[in-house]
């Protein structure tokens, strides 16, 4: 941790989805017990994005859709461009949660958008 990277997250990955055939098949959810740790206790800079979009009913009384948030990485801290993909869940230290919805990867770091998951 540093001055620029004050938090630490974890990197987990969510197994391959389910066929999508009809019928009774397992439960294809968000289980943290399926997911595979990727690495642990990388340095990052958390910072929200948007407080959410407002639905498309655009009814008033409507909750506001949940906020996304900036992962911000240092160069050494991502090697490579596949390291993080999309729907990949980070874990910060409180531990809240997120879904990765988008990676961008540069030499000088990485930054991803993510969105908050209920826990």
Known sequence: ???????????????????????A???DGLQRSDETVIATDL???IQIDRTGRPPVTG????PI??????????????????????????????????MVIAVEWQVIGTQVRAQLLEN
């Open 43 to 45: 340095p990052c800079n």
């Open 25 to 27: 098949g397992q439960y």
């Open 65 to 98: 859709g949940s906020p996304t948030y900036k992962f911000f990485f240092a160069g050494a801290t991502v090697p490579a461009q596949d390291f993080i993909l999309e729907r990949d869940i980070l874990e910060d230290e409180l531990p809240r949660r997120y």
């Open 59 to 62: 009814v008033p009384g409507d």
């Open 1 to 23: 941790m540093s001055l620029i990277y004050p938090r630490l997250a974890n990197l987990r990955r969510r197994p391959p989805a389910l066929g999508a055939g009809a019928g």
